[in-house]
């Protein structure tokens, strides 16, 4: 195997690489994007998540929704939606993000949500609700839900897959040795057993994972390993970016040869479809994660 050089975040502080580089939002169906979500109250991770792709998404005329509020009870040090005692959530939202997809006629949605660990059934029945209430209106419609961390309440999670959704999501996020660091509040194993309980309930398994944090290849590799065990079917892969001074610093950019690297170890190791790049998120390019057999 060639190694390849990593470029350390120190190097490239004043500048990051050119394959890091993207172009502001514009054109007519960005803007027409912008404001159903403004005129609709709706929350996209596009926009609290600062994602790299969001021109390019909503200029195609997609976008992410983010239900729940925008307000997590957790800390992750790597995210940038903000963290708190949310407000009670809003038992219409289900319709309004429904109604807003069918008006951007939108072929593949991708929803996802903060963390309501103060909720007795995490938001389950509003995620069930989104997910059957855009079906019911937008039947052509297929659906990605990228859903959180349940802290083992099962119960909570099958309510949460079983509205319809084509593809579940939850991402790992990082390796096993800096979850403490990166996810505090949460358990790699717990992560694992949640993709288990998706697969064995019979759905389109996926997660994500950022690179750049510190890990070293064979704890990807290992981690890899760990979820193909579990039952995942789909990954994706992409460079962790600083939201914010107050989050944690990159530790190095990844090459995007390492990032090839990374996409053809996945395969061999019994993924079916790994999306690897700098710019990956996990919503990059869903509507082809559909087809992934089951």
């Known amino acids: 195997m060639i190694e390849l050089p990593v470029i350390s ?30 005129n609709y109250k709706l929350h996209t991770i596009c926009e609290s998540g600062n994602c790299p792709n969001m021109g390019e998404c909503w200029g195609a005329g997609t976008a992410t929704f983010m239900i729940l509020g925008n307000v997590c009870t957790r800390s992750c040090t790597f995210c940038a939606v903000a963290t708190g005692r949310p407000n009670e959530y809003d038992a219409e939202e289900p319709k309004r993000v429904a109604e807003a997809i069918k008006l951007m006629q939108v072929k593949h949605a991708v929803i996802t949500s903060v963390n309501r660990d103060e909720l007795k059934d995490r938001g389950a029945e509003i995620w069930y609700q989104t997910v059957a209430e855009t079906k019911k209106i937008s039947p052509e419609t297929t659906i990605e839900t990228l859903i959180p961390d349940t802290k083992g309440n099962w119960e909570a999670l099958y309510r949460m897959i079983e509205g319809g959704q084509e593809v579940v999501s939850h991402n790992m996020e990082t390796v096993g040795r800096l979850y403490r660091m990166v996810r505090p509040q949460a358990k790699y194993e717990r992560s694992l057993e949640q993709i288990k309980r998706i697969r064995e309930a019979g759905m389109r398994t996926k997660s994500g994972i950022m690179l750049g944090l510190g890990e070293t290849k064979e704890e990807v590799f290992k981690a890899m ?19 914010t001074k107050m989050h944690l610093e990159v530790a190095e950019f990844i090459h995007p040869d390492m990032f090839e690297m990374y996409k053809e170890e996945g395969l061999k190791r019994g993924l079916r479809y790994v999306e ?6 996990s919503s990059y390019h869903a509507e082809r994660h559909v087809n992934v057999p089951l």
């Open 276 to 281: 690897s790049g700098p710019l990956v998120r």
């Open 9 to 38: 975040a120190e190097q490239t502080r004043k500048r990051k690489p050119d394959w890091l580089r993207v172009k502001l939002p514009v054109g007519p169906d960005y803007a027409r994007v912008r404001k159903l979500v403004d």
């Open 225 to 243: 390993d760990d979820l193909v065990e579990n039952g995942l079917l789909i990954l994706t892969l992409g460079q962790y970016l600083q939201p």
